[in-house]
């Protein structure tokens, strides 16, 4: 069983900083892409930022020079970086990580979500 553990979310004043991190554990053969989503109260879950296998990464307009994917294949984990935090950030944060199992089949899994709440 592949599970995601998700940590770092919390309150912080605008123009703040936090990281957030997602450790995959349990049996797989490999960690292809990894992505962070938010979603907002009201309205649906939005991708914010994606990594692939080979390290490509890609991110949503509005958060494009503030926020930083990286992964650490070694741990199996997902990071967040947020820099410049807005109000407008405020959401629950989900991992995504898309996982080629044991089986050689291609499976995808969600962390628990994490909220990030960005007020003075």
């Known amino acids: 069983q592949v599970q995601l553990v998700e940590s770092g979310g919390g309150l912080v004043q605008p123009g703040g900083s936090l990281r957030l991190s997602c450790a995959a554990s349990?049996?797989?053969?490999?960690?292809?892409?990894m992505r962070w989503y938010r979603r907002v109260p009201g309205k649906e879950r939005a991708l914010v930022a994606t990594?692939?296998?080979?390290?490509?990464?890609n991110y949503v307009d509005s958060v494009k020079g503030r926020f930083t994917i990286y992964r650490n294949n070694a741990k199996n984990t997902v990071y967040l970086q947020m820099n410049s935090l807005e109000p407008e950030d405020t959401a629950v944060y989900y991992c995504?990580?898309?996982?080629?199992?044991?089986?050689?089949?291609?499976?995808?899994?969600w962390g628990q979500g994490t909220q990030v709440t960005v007020s003075s």
């Open positions: 349990g049996m797989f053969f490999t960690i292809n892409a």
């Open positions: 995504n990580v898309d996982l080629t199992t044991t089986a050689m089949r291609a499976r995808s899994y």
């Open positions: 990594i692939t296998g080979g390290g490509s990464t």
